[in-house]
């Protein structure tokens, strides 16, 4: 977690918040019982309409401007709060140079891209700056802080984005992360109090009994990797989900004897898994069906649904026939439009989105894609290649959606040895590959919690909230 | 007050009247990074490295003008050698892997949903002088140094070189003529002055000499992986030693820097060494993690790598190749590096 550091941060309150802030905040006031988090951006840049295609992203300044145009723009990864928010403030330090400082900070604004690498944006291929306003600064002098209340955008865990631009030609320079100490701020404060504005996206800490939907796919191999998964399954109650090559190599009933059984095994009566291809490696999946029996659906078939409070949950199989017209896509479709549920989550083996240098996104997947799209479910949850990666909801051409789309996550960590990644694809927000893990899913009334919890002696975590269509 | 700061005024005007002209004149590089699956402890674990965002800067010096070719986030970029945390230039062409050296770039394409990758071969100006249709994931790519040759590495079966389940194939072009070997596999691989004939040959990672006809390259047989050298008018692949992955010769042509499977199991990881090649000594660079990545001289002192953090974001590193000093970021937020002399 390098871009995150927890300090008893005092808060913020001394400052202007919001709109024409003010006046420069030089030294923190201390101030009593806030507990506070402060991140820094995982990535921070700005564009220069002069300079079309060069990037600044290693830059120590983050400018705006207005002649030349000059946006900036930075991004949060705000995870591990287990209460709600009360306050989140973005601090910015103006440059301690000449020419820095200017009679209009700029405007700052949300960012529904999150996923724009810092080391190649440019002013031709910038994202763009099309959230709400979160507030404007007047006057900013060299060398100072200046605060933006974003309460009302970061409401929890999550990746954040924020745009800043200028209308006018006496452009701001602000310090970037590459400063180490003026690097900006996201401050976010949490308690358990009543919240300002209560509502199922800014409550981090789920009401006590919600269904739990756990698990992870690629998992039982001769290595550690699964013992370490299966011993936070100890602690997690729930149902089990799996999303494929449940016993490595090749998906033997000796595979899953010898290598699931010891360890995911313990947890099989609350397992609802899907296959995956190397469970193929024998033939017809048998020694899949075989192992799990009625937790696996129709022997065989590899598709089955059920419901978990408020949910629809769906099992598919990517081995198999998914082209639109076959009968798993028929069989999606019906099971859909059959379901009376508010909220809906699938999983199966192959993603249809991923940034991995190992196997690609499957295409064949998207028949699937699309008929979840189109009756309004909320989540995919997918393995095969062996690491984390988490996507902003997408429509099936892979567009953010984020009125209808479906967060598709890949959570092959579940234990076999952990991949690379390639080009970073669009609209991929969190990736890892050095921590194993399981995710949870915390399924509420009308919305969800995730969350990436790592192995033992690992740090890295992942977690937000998402609401139901 | 108006407009930039004046340091960043400064700055932005004197890196843009290099790049510029950089970008006027040559092309750019390399592709698929260290991010080819390491495979086992060595690619998740061991290998990664930290956001080196406040780490300290690489010192090394180079003659005013002197640029890098890389790929941000699988983009054609161009940064200058001398400021290399100063702005860069982005272009629009996408590669997975890519070199640049004597006027001509190589670009592995990204294989799409529906379509194979390419290697397309760019001139100074960027334009497009050859475009191959290949099959499998790009893995490696090379220039010789008069920008006469291309050599290109795909994996066309499994994805990692750690295992022993993959297969490669390994293709060089002639820029001029158009001619092109499809597979160095069809030349005659010589082990101890005799002819070795397997079934299981692989060749994967070329680099040329400054006689671009000859080469060195990894020949893989009965779980054996040699360092060749290579003859291409000849049609010969001779070992010279074993457990040398991804050679890259040095500018003055005297040395070889690679990957050296730990124990000679790769599953285990890679270290980057240099290999002498009038006394094959080998001297362990200071790079202490995981490396899978076919190095770059960034001169006849210095190497330049790719390391991957776990997010997936790509740094170009550079360290010693006599093993002194201490590794560090050279080029933020980029891979496979490719040195473009001032001048060039």
């Avoid at chain 1, 009125?403 to 390639?422: E, K, P």
């Avoid at chain 2, 890389?70 to 001398?82: D, E, F, M, P, R």
């Avoid at chain 2, 982005?90 to 592995?108: I, M």
Wanted: hydrophobic share 35%; proline share 6%.
């Amino acid at each position: 977690m390098p871009s995150r550091r927890t300090a008893s941060m005092a808060a913020v309150g001394v400052l202007a918040s919001a709109a024409l802030a003010a006046g420069a905040l030089t030294v923190l006031a201390p101030s009593a019982a806030a507990a506070g988090v402060t991140f820094t951006p995982t990535a921070d840049t700005y564009v220069d309409a002069t300079y079309t295609t060069t990037n600044f992203g290693s830059s120590q300044q983050l400018g705006v401007d207005n002649s030349p145009v000059k946006q900036t723009m930075m991004k949060f990864a705000v995870s591990g709060l287990t209460q709600p928010v009360t306050k989140a403030t973005l601090r910015v330090h103006v440059d301690d140079v000449s020419g820095a400082e200017s009679s209009n900070g700029g405007t700052f604004r949300a960012m529904s891209d999150t996923t724009w690498s810092e080391t190649s944006v440019t002013y031709n291929n910038r994202p763009a700056i099309d959230g709400a306003t979160l507030g404007s600064l007047g006057s900013v002098a060299r060398n100072s802080w200046y605060e933006i209340d974003v309460t009302s955008y970061v409401t929890g865990n999550g990746s954040f984005g924020i745009g800043v631009t200028s209308s006018s030609t006496n452009g701001a320079d602000y310090d970037s992360r590459e400063t180490g100490t003026t690097a900006p701020q996201l401050v976010v404060e949490t308690g358990s109090g009543p919240t300002p504005t209560p509502s199922p996206t800014n409550t981090t800490t789920p009401p006590t009994g919600d269904p739990v939907l756990v698990g992870a796919g690629d998992i039982a191999v001769t290595g550690t990797g699964d013992t370490a998964t299966a011993k936070l399954l100890d602690g997690i109650p729930g149902t089990v989900f799996t999303t494929g090559d449940n016993a490595y190599p090749d998906g033997t009933a000796s595979d899953f004897n010898t290598y699931y059984e010891p360890t995911w095994g313990r947890h099989k009566a609350r397992t609802r898994p899907a296959p995956g291809n190397h469970d193929y490696h024998t033939s017809g999946a048998s020694g899949y069906y075989n192992y799990f029996g009625a937790n696996a659906g129709p022997a065989g078939r590899g598709y089955y649904s059920y419901d978990l409070g408020n949910w629809h949950v769906v099992s598919l199989n990517s081995e198999t026939g998914m082209a639109a017209g076959s009968a798993q896509e028929q069989w999606l479709r019906a099971d859909l439009a059959a379901s009376n549920k508010p909220c809906t989550v699938a999983y199966w083996h192959k993603p249809r989105w991923t940034s991995s240098s190992s196997h690609a996104g499957d295409p064949a997947t998207g028949p699937l894609v699309k008929a979840l799209y189109d009756y309004n479910a909320e989540v995919i949850l997918t393995g095969h290649n062996h690491q984390y990666e988490r996507f902003a909801p997408q429509n099936p051409s892979g567009q953010l959606d984020t009125a209808r789309g479906l967060r598709q996550f890949v959570a092959g960590m579940g234990g076999a040895s952990l991949y690379g990644f390639g080009t970073i694809q669009p609209n991929s927000e969190a990736r890892n590959n050095n921590t194993f893990g399981v995710l949870k899913l915390t399924l509420h009334d009308n919305s969800y919690d995730w969350a990436f919890v790592p192995e033992a002696g690992k740090t890295y975590n992942d977690s937000g909230t998402g609401t139901c269509h | 007050m108006n407009g930039p700061s004046r340091r960043v005024r400064i700055l932005v005007t004197a890196i843009a009247a290099v790049l510029l002209a950089a970008v006027a004149t040559t092309a750019v590089v390399v592709g698929r990074q260290n991010a080819e699956p390491a495979g086992g402890s060595a690619r998740g674990r061991a290998g990664t490295a930290a956001d080196p965002v406040a780490g300290a800067a690489a010192d090394v010096h180079f003659p005013p003008g002197t640029r890098l070719d890389a790929l941000s986030n699988g983009l054609l970029s161009t940064v200058s050698l001398t400021d290399p945390a100063g702005p860069r230039t982005v272009t629009t062409r996408r590669c997975d892997r890519a070199y640049t050296a004597g006027g001509t770039t190589s670009c592995l394409t990204p294989a799409g949903a529906l379509s194979a990758p390419e290697l397309l071969v760019l001139d100074k100006e960027s334009k497009v002088r050859h475009s191959i249709d290949l099959t499998g994931l790009p893995n490696r790519t090379r220039v010789s140094p008069d920008g006469s040759k291309v050599a290109w590495t795909l994996f066309v079966g499994g994805d990692s070189y750690a295992g022993g389940g993959f297969s490669t194939r390994t293709g060089i072009l002639d820029v001029r003529s158009g001619q092109r070997i499809d597979s160095l596999e069809e030349f005659a691989y010589f082990r101890d002055g005799r002819r070795h004939r397997a079934v299981d040959i692989n060749v994967w990672g070329v680099t040329f000499a400054a006689d671009p006809n000859r080469f060195y390259a990894t020949v893989s047989s009965k779980g054996v992986r040699s360092l060749v050298q290579g003859d291409l008018a000849a049609k010969t692949l001779r070992a010279l030693a074993d457990n040398v992955e991804c050679p890259s010769l040095s500018p003055d042509g005297t040395r070889i820097a690679f990957k050296e499977a730990i124990g000679a199991d790769p599953a285990k990881g890679w270290r980057l060494t240099v290999l002498d090649l009038a006394t094959l000594r080998r001297t362990r660079s200071a790079e202490a993690r995981s490396v899978d990545d076919q190095p770059a001289w960034l001169d006849d002192r210095n190497l330049a790598y790719g390391l991957q953090r776990p997010d997936g974001t790509n740094d170009v590193w550079t360290t010693r190749a006599d093993g002194t000093g201490k590794p560090a970021v050279l080029v933020a937020g980029a891979n496979s590096p490719a040195v473009l002399p001032a001048g060039s």
